[in-house]
């Protein structure tokens, strides 16, 4: 089991902490309310800060640290509304790679990309998930400050809830492009926030992340921020520089993900799937992990979700994968699978183990009908047995979700090269490619182009919460330039417009903050 109990003292106190919300974009004035209690706890015990900073890295891997069936977020259910499920469901569903079969309210508009609205519930719940995380850093940040606390690793914790704060910042920024901005120095505001621009957020989320890489260590206790894990985040804010604010930073990220690379100590694991198993908890390769275990942190929106989404007693045994249920709902397309061959049987017989990482018995290539479970092939990459193939059946998944690894460093830095950014070069560009291809068994390009490296990316991260904003920052998500199944709601796909790009300010967010406006196309 691995080791990531919850202090009992600390939940105790969670429900200090629970009460920031979304009414929060209305009423950030949460001090007189609680602080004071909290503040003399630590002051009288300061090793519960340990617990209240597990509590916010938490919040980025369950629902709450009360149970599966309970929510941090008020009125949402448990089950939906981690971030995890949301992520996965905003940026991989609503892509090229992976479709739901559900139908359920809401989860459709996204596999289908059409009819999105802003009472979309999971687009309130990844919203929501966002703006709990952001003030209670936030307000825990200001209790610390304030010098009376009395604990030798203050100034750490301190950067740490910086951290969960502009990586919260970051998904705002890429979801959906604005919003109100909570600071140290506006958190007590009596009156809702000014909304702020993309391009205001980014700058902020920067300047933390700027502030924070030099004074955290370079290593850290498992699933915590270290120097890498702000170096990558910092790469991939400006990998995505000129989607957000109109000025590349290609140059500015191959900066930064060559410091990953070369002082990080990560390797790639030669065993792919060991990334994506229930011990990659000792995977070398993974930076930034958000935890999962099947006894001590149960979610219905972790890596549950990937793995029993995944399968359907329909046409699987579900304790080969490790599971106790199978809830038949998400499949892979060809536009997905087709990167590795052209039938099933291409599939199986492929060098590349990601080729091998898909379902096909009993289902079909064509998904003719995104709502038939046999249409499409079902992804196995994410499963609950150990990367060896022991372990018994679970009903909650124990594997991590991999947020940030070695390979994605790689290919970001292909990337950079390609795009002209003078940190990186091309020939150790295609270094890396290879070496991604090549622990996966798969041959050695001669060249790379950045398409090519568009495709890597799919066969290696898909599932992994990025598909959607790589195709977006390539210019290939709306439009017609590239369609895939199911885009627009057509069998074959259609072209979408161009507000597709974000998603809508949910309209809870938006009563309870009037200084809010829409995304224009909602």
Known sequence: MKNIK???KFIAIASMLAFVTTSCLNDLDTEPKYDLTLENLLQQDPKAVEGLLSRLYASFALSSVEGPDKSDIEGANAGESPFIRGIVNLNDFTADAMKNRWGDNGLDQLTTTTNWTSNNKFFKYVYDRIYYTIPQSTNLILIMKKGNINYANKDQVINELRF?????????????????????????????????????????????????????????????????????????????????????????????????????????????????????????????????????????????????????????????????????????????????????????????????????????????DYKTWNNGFPSDKFW??????????????????PLFRLSDAYLIYAECALRGAASANTAQALTYVNQ?????????????????????????????????????????????????????????????????KVFPIPTTALQANPNLTQNPGY
């Open 164 to 368: 969960l704060r502009a990586l919260s910042y970051y998904y705002l920024i890429d979801l959906f492009g604005k919003g109100p901005l909570v600071t140290d120095d506006n958190f007590n505001s009596s009156t809702p926030l000014p909304e702020a621009s993309r391009k205001d957020l980014f700058n902020y989320v920067e300047s933390e992340l700027l502030a924070i890489e030099a004074q955290l260590p370079l290593s850290n206790s498992y699933g915590r921020a270290n120097k890498s894990v702000v170096r990558m985040l910092l790469a991939k804010l400006y990998l995505n520089a000129e989607v957000y604010t109109g000025t590349a930073k290609y140059n500015d990220a191959g900066t930064y993900i060559t410091k990953v690379i070369n002082e990080g100590g990560y390797q790639l694991e030669s065993n792919f799937r060991k990334n994506f198993s229930a011990d990659n908890n000792t995977s070398k390769e993974i930076i930034f992990p958000l935890i999962a275990d099947a006894v001590s942190s149960q979610s219905y929106g972790n890596t549950t979700y990937l793995v029993n989404g995944s399968l359907s007693t329909e046409t699987m045994v579900l304790a080969n994968f490790g599971a106790t249920d199978g809830w038949a709902g998400h499949r892979a397309t060809k536009a997905w699978y087709g990167l590795f061959g052209n039938n099933a049987t291409d599939l199986k017989n492929s060098n590349d183990v990601r080729a091998r990482l898909f379902w096909t018995q009993g289902h079909q290539w064509e998904m003719d």
């Open 6 to 8: 919850f202090k009992i």
């Open 384 to 401: 609950n047995k150990n990367s060896d193939g022991t372990g018994g059946a679970t009903a909650f998944s124990s594997t991590d979700f």
């Open 436 to 500: 991604v291809r090549a622990r996966a068994g798969a041959s050695a390009l001669g060249s790379i182009t950045l398409q090519s490296v568009l495709d890597e990316r799919a066969r290696e991260l898909n599932l992994e919460g990025v598909r959607r904003q790589d195709l977006i920052r390539y210019g290939m998500f709306t439009g017609s330039s590239y369609l895939w199944p199911w885009k627009g709601g057509v069998k074959n796909g259609t072209s979408i417009s161009d507000n597709y």
